[in-house]
């Protein structure tokens, strides 16, 4: 599949947004401050600042319908072997 530019980039937001909710899903949102500061600027969120004790509310299966929507299920799936690896 040939990706415009812009394609590509919406793909690594998308994926970059999949693996930080695998690692936030899995434990304490609090240890993860760096991460929640950044995810509050690329997906304009307030985490950082009200994580406090609080779980965090995945958003897997809205973004792999994204992705899966924008991009077919070849993509969400080579997406997903790409985050395994690096988790």
């Known amino acids: ?48 600042g009200e994580a406090g004790g609080r779980r965090y509310a995945s958003q897997r299966e809205k973004i792999e319908s994204f992705i899966d929507a924008e991009f077919g299920e070849e993509l969400l799936e080579a997406v997903n072997r790409a985050i395994t690896d690096i988790a």
Request: glycine share 6%; with cysteine.
């Open 1 to 48: 599949m040939e990706l415009s530019e812009d394609a590509k980039y919406r793909l690594c937001y998308l994926a970059i947004r999949l693996a930080f909710d695998r690692k936030l899903s899995a434990g304490n949102a609090d240890a993860c401050p760096g991460m929640l500061a950044f995810l509050d600027v690329i997906a304009g969120t307030q985490l950082a």
